[in-house]
């Protein structure tokens, strides 16, 4: 049998997206990424078509008959399939990103345990990960398929390739497939880097500094991603403990909470 092999780049013909949708499905099936029919890819065939996974079908067991195309809006052009019910997700992404060609959500394992602990994955910990994707911002729940999924996402697509979803999982997105794909692969290794880290009991964060040269260096490697990397963001050994950036959800240990709590009562006594 020849190599799996999905060529880069977003310029091919929809025979080889059908062809490479179905060799991404079953990498991410075969990483664990997902479990029995969950998880979802699309391609941008155009200016006005999206080429969909199909609802209802392992992403590890998928053929290039079983995609759909449906328009911008999410309407069914072709397939003897139904798309996603995610697709939701997918459109917005494409709508607020004209360099996005392809999408992919997954629930991979240490990623989404961040995400149902409410953790955005915001540590400057691993130069790489600054390089490639910034940080991953966490999106407060929504329930999957409606728009108040699209809600909390909508803050965030427009400069982040990778997301956190609050008791859900993950979504990346990228100029192809392979790109796209890449950036979930690169988010859940992260993740349980970080999580080795948690179990080791110490975080080495990099420096402000450090964090500014990897982004001349992002410049310097051509990576064109959107992801931003701001003064707070990721966090820094020398920077406040979580980022705000983009972003209403906020992380505070018991005894921050306990010394604003003090802080606040204090006012109010000056106050009265
Ligand atoms: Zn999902």
């Known amino acids: ?7 880069p780049g977003a310029r091919k013909s929809q025979r ?10 079953r990498w991410i099936h075969g990483r664990a990424f997902v479990a029995a029919t969950d998880g979802n890819i699309s391609v941008r065939l155009d200016s006005k078509r ?4 199909p609802t209802g079908v392992s992403k590890g067991l998928m053929t290039p008959r079983d ?8 309407k069914k052009l072709a397939g003897t399939r139904e798309p996603s019910s995610e697709l939701a997700m997918h459109l917005l992404i494409y709508a607020n990103r004209p360099d996005v060609n392809a999408v992919c959500h997954a629930h991979p394992p240490t990623a989404t345990a961040y995400a149902a602990a409410g953790l955005p994955l915001d540590r ?38 990778a997301i956190l979803m609050a008791n859900h999982g993950a979504v990346t997105c990228g100029a192809d497939l392979l790109t796209a794909f890449f950036h979930m692969e690169t988010l859940e290794h992260f993740a349980q880097v970080s999580l080795a880290t948690e179990v080791l009991g110490k975080q080495l964060l990099l420096s402000g500094r450090d964090v500014e040269k990897l982004a001349a260096a992002r410049v310097r490697y051509g990576n064109t991603s959107a992801a931003p990397i701001g ?31 003090e802080e606040a009562v204090r006012k109010d006594r000056i106050s009265r």
């Open 16 to 25: 080889q997206h059908r062809r490479d949708m179905c060799i991404v499905g």
């Open 1 to 7: 049998m020849p190599p799996e092999v999905v060529t």
């Open 67 to 74: 995609m759909v195309i449906t328009d911008l809006q999410g």
């Open 50 to 53: 999206i080429l969909t996974s």
């Open 124 to 161: 400057a910990l691993l130069s790489e990960l600054v390089v490639t994707l910034g940080y991953i911002p966490l999106a407060r729940y929504g329930t999957p398929g409606t728009p108040e999924l699209s809600n909390s996402l909508k803050p965030l697509v427009k400069s982040h390739d």
């Open 231 to 261: 003064s707070n963001c990721p966090v820094t050994s020398d920077s406040p403990k979580f980022c705000v950036e983009n972003s209403d959800l906020i992380s505070v240990t018991r005894e921050e909470l306990e010394s604003l709590i």
